[in-house]
């Protein structure tokens, strides 16, 4: 009986459901020192002056640090590709360029003494041009970088046909903004760490990525890398936005090794609003062509991607966007290319599909207005587009190879699930009688890229004399269950009860390397690793077992069933993985372990349809999800429970920003959404219970024909959400509305198509 | 100042300052980490404890202004052999958690919404953790959690 | 996150409420479930020397017929309201909208007094007192007065209290059975209103509130009076825009606002009965 494709419940959740997790913040450290941040007020000006004579005079406050005491460099360019002048300044160094950057370092003896002093650092300001919109920063006018002569912090110059569009017979353009969100994590960025006898810096952080946590802090504090042991607590979500090592993590750091003393740090909210990177971010120029009859022969991107004040990660996702450009569509010729600008915002960041949902958004929208242009139902264009699940691996325009699936079951299972001829006929009945709330049905059909990135994972199973397993991963779970599922593929290979096995992950010490958790990675590369290392593990047990019973290594079997090892034919007399660790250690001092460094063939394909019901108040513009409908195939499910887990949380988030949550700036650089009272984060009260299914098209791309999860449904469901609200207004005339879909937004389209159609019919 | 409270049925006394949050007070005072903090705008609720059996947000709440008064954290709910109560098995058998930060505050709310109504609709549920914020389940799971919890008999009567 | 720091007094008795506030004058501020005055102290919006802790005066929390009014004192709780027999019975309309401010945790810890006496245009509670022709009772060094709601809300976030007073009382007449109607528009169900309406048939007539239409909580008298005069509801609710100063916000511009206005005063006033 395999356990693998059950719904295990998690080993993780007893400890949360009792005492809590164990954050960072939760950390006992007495004595320790507290860090906190004066941050800009402004969006863009010279730093005239910086006075902490009146904090540091404040009994309890230790130190206040500005760039030039630190000393250190900048953070790094994103992979040597982005422009090396925009690199951000560990602290503000001369010019802010943007509400939220830190400037100042304080120390005090208490989170209450900190927050008190913070009040006390007089910053002046002369304030520069503020530049927000990216169609501003484009016209290279006002500069971030004078020195840069530019605000292009990254440019991808593909393609560029003139001729794309000029045999089809129907071409469609829009413009549409994939706005500014912000991750938000439950629980906020947080470091700390003291340093030992021996000279270590011990760190902890709210991370995704603690080798890069621990490599970053070596090469900023001039360290050898086995010189900073990096421990990973609970991490409260990441989302992509905690995949990255930020300046403060590395000022706790500098401050632990300069003061010599424990010292800790946790952001605020309202910092964390603006200090953790935000996501998505693009203007895309889209134009899509085809025939008459659908079929798709022609598509253009142009993306326009705001960095933010300086280079993040956000800055090359459009690296991303232009491998996913055609979708799961089979079309001829297609083309992405993009700019990368710096404006006086938060730098962008990778967030929950990076630089994939804005792939995803922008062509499942144009499918809509070109099924829209040439009258046919949407759910049919996508049809006869899609790639044939024969056709695999296929090879797109853009040069990305997708590795197998079967598109048009996904879409055929979602509107069974939906019921969509029903739908559509109680949507013309409501149009018929002109009900002031109207039905929209929106369908979204995606292909996404998992474990996109080059590099491989470590993953270690050792037995104890004891029978217990000990699992060691290069993966860093912040939610996703990995001690689950990686003791599910252990006990799976070795038959051992997954009680008896024990996960560690996020000790730079016990770990010593690892990719983190990021991009879906995790099952296919991290679990893959494990996976195999207990394959490599019972083969070695074999060979032990081989020379203990004086028996042919090929008459040797492992009972899955009670995890002993026989002889073929006399199984009462067996041993344990246990005996057999106690063997190899009298043998000759060494563990029964292996450990595999798992080299990644190349990234799986996940894909799906979404599908989303709702009804929009054409009154007030008011939007309610009614249902929505998830169909995804991520290749050969490993622990239902925790994949259809993965899928809601990603759904939510995409529904976010196709209908709610957007960061906003004003136009002198002010952030209007800076508390959780004003952004948007989406309740549960916006949403309902959804409606999941998986289907599953095994890849051939790695052992366990397994694909990433955790992004699809973000990438699948925002598109949906989106095509539901403008398909529910469409037959007023409106023919696009951006996201996020507000009231206001929906009942402004709904006004200014009426006063067209009243235009157009006093012409006519 | 000193004041004094009954902590998961537990007399606390400290010394505080006038301003310390209850949520701080219950953190670092007292030493219970469960509890979290999730913002600074009482949006997120990851913070809600029980204050005399009902949930309340413990970062909007002074530990002064509830000195002598009956407090419940996610540690008071299990009982005293370590016994997970409904909710909280209800949270483990529907895969009611990802990382955990939001959950301690989403039991404690969910057990107060039960207390006051034992037989909730899915939407009284929906409704009901309006102030309970979640980034991981798209809280599709708690809300099945919840309701699981409620059928089960002694959280009915 | 953190407040400044403060000295805390607490007070047992509407008595000593009242010595402590005039002993301390402008340097206190009163604090009943501290959840309109402990955010804006988080964030350092606010930062009074001293607080006087009013939320133990047991006295002031009660719901009670009361001479052909519903008698609620300052300090019950949006939750008790929203639960109280009597107030479901008598003015179902306030128990409808104390059961819908925020959350249950902060229904939990809100005071009626204390959300009344913050005086905020966007706050449901004040424009229900406005819409039910309620009466604030205040007390202070000087004895106890009455004022009308009408009266009450001055500016932005002023109340007509002076600074040695307290809140101690709202009544609202007796309506049993009423017909009510309350809309409230938001993006997420814990927000504060886009705008909001509500309407009440008293004995009066039909009185109509505004909740965030302008600097102040809102009457719509253009609203009633057209009623009054036999409009219906489509054609009164017409008139709701009338008198208000909606501020313009990314959530909704002035015109949008004023359209919403509307359209909610429409269907508060068909729930009305109107």
């Known amino acids: ?764 | ?157 | 996150m953190i407040p400044a720091p403060f000295d805390y007094l607490r007070a047992d008795s509407l008595e000593e409420a009242i010595g402590l506030l005039v002993e301390h004058g402008d340097d206190a501020k009163l604090l009943a479930g501290g959840h309109s005055l402990l955010p804006l102290m988080k964030l350092r919006l606010a930062q009074p020397a001293v607080l006087i802790d009013i939320g133990h005066i047991d006295e002031l929390s009660y719901v009670r017929d009361d001479d052909g009014d519903v008698a609620i004192g300052a300090l019950t709780r949006h939750h008790d309201i929203a639960t109280s027999a009597v107030a479901r019975i008598s003015a179902p309309v306030l128990a409808h909208v104390a059961g819908q401010i925020g959350d249950p945790q902060v229904r939990h810890r809100g005071t009626i007094g204390g959300s009344i006496a913050h005086g905020d245009p966007a706050s449901d509670l004040p424009a229900v007192a406005l819409a039910m022709g309620g009466t604030l009772v205040v007390q202070g060094p000087n004895g106890r007065r009455e004022i009308d709601a009408n009266d009450f809300f001055l500016s932005f976030f002023e109340v007509a209290l002076a600074p040695d007073e307290l809140l101690i009382e709202i009544r609202v007449p007796h309506a049993p059975n009423s017909q009510w109607g309350f809309e409230k528009l938001t993006k997420r169900a814990q927000d504060w209103a886009i705008v909001g309406a509500v309407a009440v048939r008293t004995a009066a007539g039909v009185g109509v509130g505004l909740v965030n239409m302008g600097p102040v909580p809102l009457r719509s008298n253009a609203v009633e009076s057209a009623v009054a005069a036999g409009a219906t509801a489509a054609q009164a609710a017409e008139l709701a825009a009338e008198g208000t100063e909606p501020s313009a916000d990314f959530n909704g511009s002035v015109a949008y606002r004023q359209h919403v206005a509307r359209v909610l005063v429409r269907r508060a006033l068909e729930k009305a009965g109107v």
């Open chain 2, 1 to 157: 100042m000193q004041i004094a409270m009954t902590v998961n049925g537990n007399t606390q006394s400290h010394d505080v300052e006038a301003r310390t949050l209850l949520v701080y007070y219950l953190r670092d005072a007292v030493g219970l980490t469960g509890t979290n903090v999730g913002c600074d705008t009482t949006s997120c609720g990851a913070c809600t404890v029980l204050l005399n059996g009902q949930s309340v947000k413990s970062c909007t709440v002074l530990a002064a202004q509830v000195a002598g008064e009956q407090v419940m954290t996610i540690e008071g709910l299990a009982d005293a052999n370590g016994t997970m109560g409904p909710v909280q098995q209800s949270f483990q058998d529907c895969h009611g958690l990802q990382c955990g930060y939001c959950t301690p505050g989403m039991v404690m709310a969910i057990t107060s919404l039960l207390v006051e109504n034992s037989d909730p609709t899915e939407e009284d549920i929906r409704i009901g953790l309006e102030g309970n914020l979640c980034r991981c389940t798209g809280y599709h799971n708690i809300v099945e959690s919840a309701l699981a919890a409620s059928r089960i008999p002694e959280m009915r009567s």
């Open chain 1, 1 to 764: 009986m395999s356990i693998l494709g059950n719904r295990v419940l998690r080993r993780e959740d007893p400890k949360f459901l009792t005492v809590g997790g164990t954050y960072v913040a939760d950390l006992d450290m007495p004595g320790a020192l507290h860090l906190t941040f004066v941050r800009s007020s402004m969006a863009h000006a010279t730093i005239t002056s910086v006075d902490t004579s009146m904090a540091t005079a404040m009994p309890g406050v230790v130190a206040a640090y500005t760039h030039d005491d630190l000393q250190l460099a900048n953070l790094p360019t994103i992979m040597g590709m982005t422009n090396e002048a925009m690199t951000e300044r560990i602290l503000a160094s001369g010019t802010v360029r943007y509400v939220g950057e830190p400037i100042v370092a304080i120390v005090a003896q208490s989170r209450e003494i900190a927050a008190d002093a913070l009040e006390r650092v007089v910053v002046e300001y002369e304030p520069l041009t503020v530049v927000i919109d990216p169609v501003e920063a484009r016209k290279d006018e006002a500069l971030l970088f004078p020195e840069a002569g530019t605000n292009t912090s990254f440019a991808l110059d593909f393609g560029g046909d003139a001729a794309l569009f000029d045999e089809c017979e129907v071409v469609v353009e829009q413009t549409l903004a994939n706005q500014r969100v912000a991750p938000c994590p439950l629980e906020v960025r947080s470091a700390a760490g003291h340093m030992t006898e021996d000279g270590r810096l011990e760190f902890g952080s709210s991370t995704q990525a603690p080798h890069a946590v621990r490599d970053t802090l070596a090469t900023f504090l001039g360290l050898e890398p086995d010189m900073v042991h990096v421990v990973t607590p609970d991490v409260g979500g990441g989302f992509g936005a905690k995949a990255s090592v930020y300046q403060e993590d590395i000022i706790v750091g500098w401050c632990v090794h300069h003061l010599g003393r424990p010292v800790r740090w946790t952001e605020t909210r309202s910092e964390s609003m603006l200090g953790l990177g935000h996501g998505r971010a693009q203007i895309q120029h889209v134009k899509l062509g085809g025939t008459r009859e659908g079929i798709v022969t022609a598509y253009r991107i142009e993306v326009l991607q705001d960095s933010g004040a300086y280079t993040g990660f956000g800055t090359v996702l459009p690296f991303m966007t232009r491998v996913m450009t055609p979708g799961p569509y089979k079309i001829a010729k297609a083309e992405c290319m993009s700019i990368s600008v710096v404006t006086n915002s938060t730098p962008t960041t990778a967030y929950r599909g990076a630089g994939r949902p804005e792939a995803t958004a922008a062509i499942e929208r144009m499918i809509d207005i070109f099924s829209r242009e040439i009258g046919m139902d949407p759910a049919e264009v996508r049809r006869r587009n899609l790639i044939g699940k024969d056709e695999f691996p296929f090879t797109t325009p853009v040069e990305t190879i997708y590795d197998c699936g079967d598109y048009v079951l996904a879409l055929d299972v979602a509107l069974e699930m939906a019921g969509y001829d029903e739908l559509r006929a109680e949507q013309q009945r409501r149009r018929a009688s002109g009900d002031a709330r109207q039905l929209g049905i929106g369908l979204s059909s995606y292909v996404e890229i998992t474990n996109g990135l080059p590099g491989g994972e470590f993953g270690a199973v050792e037995v104890q004399s004891d029978g217990k397993v000990i699992v060691r991963t290069g993966t860093s779970p912040h939610g996703q269950g990995h001690v689950t599922a990686w003791s599910m593929l252990v006990a799976e290979q070795m038959g051992i009860a997954i009680d008896d096995i024990e996960v560690i992950h996020g000790d730079t010490d016990i770990v010593p390397r690892g990719g983190g958790t990021m991009g879906s990675r995790s099952l296919q590369i991290g679990g893959a690793a494990v996976n195999q290392a207990a394959v490599d593990l019972v083969e070695k047990a074999k060979d032990l077992a081989a020379d203990l019973f004086e028996a042919d290594r090929k008459d040797i079997v492992l009972d899955k069933s009670n995890g002993r090892f026989h002889v073929v034919g006399t199984p009462a007399i067996a041993r344990s993985w246990g005996e057999l660790a106690a063997v190899a250690l009298a043998n000759d001092g060494t563990a029964l372990f292996a450990e595999v460094d798992l080299e990644s063939v190349g990234p799986t394909f996940p894909f799906g349809t979404h599908l989303s019901v709702v009804e929009v108040d054409t009154e007030t513009g008011k939007v309610t999800l009614l249902r929505h409908i998830a169909v995804d195939d991520a290749g050969r499910i490993l622990n239902p429970l925790l994949a259809e887990g993965q899928v809601h949380g990603g759904i939510a988030q995409g529904v976010a920003q196709a209908l709610l949550e957007e960061m906003i700036y004003d136009a002198d650089g002010n952030p209007l959404t800076s508390t959780l009272a004003d952004y948007s984060f989406i309740s549960a009260a916006e949403l309902p219970s959804f409606e999941t299914r998986f289907t599953e098209t095994p890849t051939p791309i790695n052992a366990l024909g397994a694909k990433g999860i955790g992004e699809s449904g973000t990438i699948g469901s925002a598109p949906a959400l989106h095509n539901a609200v403008c398909d529910a207004v469409a037959h007023l005339g409106v023919r696009h509305i951006d996201m996020p879909t507000t009231p206001m937004r929906v009942w402004s389209a709904i006004q200014e198509a009426r006063a067209d159609n009243v235009a157009e019919s006093e012409r006519g």
